[in-house]
């Protein structure tokens, strides 16, 4: 797996249209088949919500550094993201 951009470089202020334009680029020149949102982060994916449809790619979620109701240790942490993983970029990735 190879991570091929993100929406905000600078996490602190909002992506330019040019970052933005940059980001639909990117998915559609390396064929991403999907994108991957934190879920402590998804109030404030509107970008790239708007950019994977662009593109016509999936949002999936996965876990990094937070818990929530439906994952609440390490291990479902784990398993969840396995999960995601397999299915949002499918068995080639």
Do not use: W
Request: aromatic residues 6%; charged residues 30%.
């Amino acid at each position: 797996m190879e991570i091929a951009g993100f929406v905000v470089p600078v996490p602190s202020r909002e992506p330019s249209a040019a970052e933005v334009e940059e980001l639909g680029n990117t998915i559609r020149e390396k064929k991403v088949p999907s994108v991957f949102l934190k879920p402590n982060l998804a109030a404030r994916a509107d970008v790239l919500r708007r950019v994977a449809q662009d593109q016509g790619v999936g949002v999936c979620t996965i876990y990094g550094d937070s818990f929530d109701d439906k994952v609440h240790d390490y291990v479902s942490m784990m398993r969840h993201n396995a999960n995601e993983l397999a299915k949002c970029l499918g068995e080639d990735a």
